[in-house]
Each structure stands twice: as structure tokens, then as C-alpha cells.
């Protein structure tokens, strides 16, 4: 197929890219004309967006770029074809690798070139989309690109081409790992002393924890600005739900499946997922980011408060209960809290009532530490995201 030509100003866009910069602040979710949305870091800033086909985000230092290019359906034959094109305007060197992100044809290019007279170093990403062909830009100067390497890496991760692609792993964790995973082998979980076979990718909890891992990082870099920290803290954990929650769905229908066969009513299921979650062993992770992946303490039934926490509201969530995360600085603690009818300690968050969930403790549903009672030190985070134009 040949390929079109387009507007020079595109090139001249992304070259020039290091040299401009835009004065407002971009929300932590944006979405195109074209229905994509990308999850930014805090204090990364709008360069230009007034072309809805190519739309430039900076950080606060104007070291690095993320940019989003939208094409017509089938102006490209194949994702590789993407990036050829891109690497001939750029004049660019580097590797590139076929992969599939939601089943579409995608190709990684990890590419050297001039952003106007600057040395730069990044990864390009083209997508063959269902409705239109995409390339994702990530880039820093030659001499800043260690530094902001997982920052490249994870806006990248944070592209969804449409609003259900934001419930599975991002294209670089579909890179690092297909999805769903090609090599799955059968493992057990254990409720009730009942064993129950479960289908589990190989590479599953190790991409995963890649995310986590990488996040942390991010996260750490936040740890000295109290004015952004909430906001990174939210998204850390946002990103690392989005790279779990399709991960969980084999064990949210296996474990649904038993207790509707053991007569358990579904006005009982977040109790009944409760107990069972509370009954793992305490255990905490030795990284960076001291935290498993929600899939690995499942099937361990070990972690410690945030991972059960993950894993408490994702498995609710695919059974259909609005479920959130709390987290509290002042406490070092985690919980969550779903929006169900019962008695005790509540946490009012968008209008709604959400009956808090302790999972390191075997108590109810509702009850809470009263040394922790105060809902001025916690912080929501849901995983359903309003999404801002």
C-alpha cells in the first residue's frame, strides 16, 4: 500500500519540540478527539495541542517529550510500516521488533536522531488501531535519556486507544510480555481448604512486577515534593491496577464460580472475599517499591496491606461492586472500601459512601482501626478515572 504524504509542520513539530514550550498544565488523564487517553506523570505540561492529530507533552525541565500522532485507518499497511516512515523523516538509527497490543499489529523502535540540532534518544511505538493507525513518541536529550528512561517507558505504557483498553497491560508491558500470555500452566489458589485449578500465563506475575518496579522508581522521584506527591502516589498505583486487573480475570470467574456453587449470596461476596484475603500470611517484599504483584499473593496467599488491598478491589470490580483504594502517609497503611449497603466506618468519595475493607486484620467489613480513623489521612484512589477533554 502507499503510504500518503503529510504536512511538513508535523516534522516540524516534533524537531522543534525541545526548544518550545506551552504554559498550560495538562490533566492527568487527557483525552483526544480521537478517543485515546494517556495517563500523565504530575508536572508534565502541554507543549502544543492545538492540532488534535499530534498532541506534545513536556516535563516541568523540558528535558523530555510524549508526543501522540493520529493517522486515517489504513494509511499504513502494517505498524512496522509506521515506523519505517518515521525513521526515514528522522533520519534515525536504532532496533526495531514487531509485537501485539490488544491483539493489534505493534512495533517498539528504540531510535537515535536530531531533534532540531539536539542529540535525542527514545522509543517509537506504532499501532495498526481498529479505527486509526497511531505512533507514540517518547524522547529525551542524548544526555538526559538515563534519566528519564522510565518516565519514556511509562507514558508509553499509559496509552489506551479507546476506554476498554484501559483495563489491560499497556503496550510496553505487552511488549515485555504478550497478552494474554501465550505459555499458561495451571497453578492452584486454596479457599475454604479447597484447592481450585487455575490457568496462569508463565510470564504473567514477572511482567507485572516489571511495571511495579519501574513505577517505583517514578514514584521515588516525587518522594521530596509534597505538592505533586499525592497525585504520583494515585497514579502509581492506577497504573499498576490497570497492568493487574485483566491479569486477575481467570481467578475473579473461578473464585465467583465456587461461591455460587457453595449457595454464597452475592449480597455476601465482598465479606466472604474479605475473610478469605485476610487469612493470607503477612509478608513484605524486599524492592523498591515493597510491593507483589496482586496475582503472586493470590496464589501464595502471603502480602502485606496494599497488594491484598489491589487485589481485594480488582476481583471486586470484575464482579461488578465499585470498589476503591486508600492510602494514608501519615498511617504507612492501606485499605480499600466498596460502595455496598452495611454498618460501620464509611469514606465519602465522589458522592458516594464507600464501607471501608481491612484486610490485614480479620474484622468485619466497616471496622477500623481507631488510631486510623481519621479520613483526613487517607487517600482515594479509584480505578475508574474521570477522563477530562
Request: net charge neutral.
Amino acid at each position: 500500500m502507499q503510504k500518503k504524504q503529510f504536512p511538513q509542520k508535523w516534522f516540524l513539530g516534533l524537531t522543534l519540540s525541545l526548544l518550545f514550550l506551552g504554559n498550560t498544565w495538562a490533566e492527568s488523564v487527557l483525552v483526544s478527539a480521537f478517543g485515546y487517553t494517556v495517563d500523565l506523570p504530575p508536572g508534565w505540561v502541554v507543549l502544543d495541542a492545538t492540532d488534535p492529530n499530534l498532541v506534545s507533552f513536556t516535563d516541568p525541565a523540558r528535558k523530555a517529550v510524549f508526543q501522540v500522532a493520529v493517522y486515517p485507518k489504513d494509511t499504513f499497511a502494517t505498524a512496522m510500516d509506521i515506523l519505517q516512515f518515521a525513521k526515514g523523516k528522522f533520519k534515525a538509527k536504532g532496533d526495531i521488533a514487531p509485537f501485539l497490543f490488544n491483539k493489534m499489529d505493534a512495533t517498539l523502535a528504540d531510535y537515535t536522531f536530531l531533534a532540531g540540532k539536539y542529540p535525542a534518544r527514545g522509543y517509537f511505538v506504532g499501532i495498526l488501531g481498529e479505527s486509526y493507525n497511531y505512533l507514540l513518541i517518547a524522547f529525551a536529550s542524548d544526555s538526559s535519556y538515563s534519566e528519564y528512561h522510565d518516565f519514556l517507558l511509562s507514558l508509553l505504557d499509559s496509552f489506551s486507544p479507546g476506554e476498554e483498553s484501559r483495563k489491560a497491560p499497556g503496550p510496553i508491558s505487552q511488549f515485555y510480555r504478550e497478552f494474554p500470555d501465550p505459555q499458561p500452566y495451571w497453578k492452584e489458589i486454596r479457599i475454604d481448604e479447597t484447592s481450585l485449578p487455575l490457568e496462569v500465563g508463565s510470564g504473567e506475575i514477572e511482567a507485572n512486577s516489571v511495571v511495579i518496579e519501574r513505577e517505583a522508581r517514578i514514584l521515588a522521584r516525587y518522594a521530596r515534593t509534597p505538592s505533586t506527591f499525592p497525585e504520583a502516589w494515585k497514579r502509581y498505583y492506577q497504573l499498576i491496577f490497570r497492568d493487574t486487573y485483566l491479569r486477575l480475570k481467570p481467578m475473579a470467574e473461578t473464585l465467583l464460580s465456587y461461591l455460587k456453587k457453595k449457595g454464597v449470596s452475592r449480597e455476601q461476596f465482598p465479606s466472604t472475599l474479605l475473610a478469605w484475603i485476610q487469612g493470607f500470611t503477612y509478608t513484605r517484599k524486599s524492592t523498591l517499591s515493597d510491593l507483589a504483584s496482586p496475582l503472586e499473593i493470590a496464589l501464595s496467599a502471603t502480602g502485606d496491606c496494599d497488594a491484598r488491598s489491589l487485589l481485594y478491589a480488582a476481583l471486586l470490580k470484575h464482579w461488578g461492586f465499585e470498589a476503591i483504594l486508600l492510602v494514608s502517609h501519615t498511617y504507612q497503611h492501606a485499605m480499600a472500601a466498596v460502595d455496598i449497603p452495611g454498618k460501620g466506618a464509611r469514606f465519602t468519595f465522589e458522592g458516594k459512601g464507600y464501607l471501608v475493607a481491612e484486610l490485614t486484620d480479620k474484622v468485619a467489613l466497616g471496622l477500623i482501626n481507631k488510631n486510623m480513623a481519621d479520613p483526613s489521612h487517607w487517600i482515594p484512589i479509584s480505578f475508574d478515572g474521570k477522563i477530562q477533554p
